[in-house]
């Protein structure tokens, strides 16, 4: 058993030098916002295997880690850098940046990258989100989300789980079961675009403008949210 952990870290230590990039923080973050829009065009356009829709009409936030590093043997891990943005009275606020790291995926073989998605259903789980760190599955609950047109005939997704996460890998789009990770604020991407004094609770509250950067980002979440419906009518 110790062997295989040794093993798991030495993988996921490699797999992790591929973050570097000679890209300065804002470039690395931009970036960031490109892919993330990516993968939710990407989940929209495969409705009968992406978000349902009633999924996407109670999402109080959506956050999206793309291209996570994941790893597992008898024991699983992960690590990645994501966005985030949140319902405001004035509609999806700006992204915040947040880092994901930790946890465990069961009986995996292998590392690979996927695409994560979560998606907070309640103002628990936001509030999670807005105090900029939280381990999932233990200061809030998650659950591996429905995946079709319609999540209405399995209601406990709406009844128990602040969180519930989907993963995509290879183009395959499934619900995931993610405990034991730790979500928190990635300061030097927050830093990187916003300055030094704003913090992850003052953007996703909506105090903060969105920068031009974020528009593909939020453009995507509004359409996902639009798609979705259009492919229920």
């Not at 465990?104 to 590392?111: E, F, R, Y």
């Amino acid at each position: 058993m110790k062997k295989q952990v040794m093993v798991l870290s030495a993988v996921l230590g490699v797999a992790s030098l591929g973050w570097a990039s000679d890209k300065t923080p804002k470039e690395a973050a931009t970036d960031r916002l490109d892919n993330a829009a990516a993968v939710l065009h990407a989940v929209m356009d495969a409705p009968d295997k992406g978000v349902p829709q009633e999924v996407m009409d109670h999402a109080k936030c959506v956050a999206v880690v793309p291209h996570m590093v994941k790893g597992g043997f008898v024991f699983g891990a992960e690590g990645g850098r994501g966005v985030a943005t949140c319902r405001t009275a004035n509609g999806w606020s700006a992204p915040a940046f947040f880092s994901i790291e930790g946890g465990s995926w069961g009986l995996q073989i292998g590392v690979e990258g996927i695409d994560l998605v979560m998606i907070f259903q309640n103002d628990k789980g936001m509030q999670h989100l807005l105090e900029s760190k939280f381990k999932v599955g233990g200061d809030a609950s998650a659950a591996a989300g429905p995946v079709g047109r319609h999540a209405s005939a399995n209601t406990d997704w709406k009844m128990d789980a602040e969180i519930l996460t989907y993963s995509r890998a290879k183009g395959a789009f499934a619900g995931l079961t993610l405990n034991g990770a730790a979500v928190h604020e990635d300061k030097d991407s927050m830093a990187a675009v916003y300055g030094p004094d704003v913090n992850e609770r003052s953007v996703l509250t909506g105090k903060v403008p969105p920068p031009a950067s974020s528009h593909a980002f939020l453009a995507a979440v509004r359409g996902a949210k639009a798609e979705a419906s259009a492919a229920h009518d």
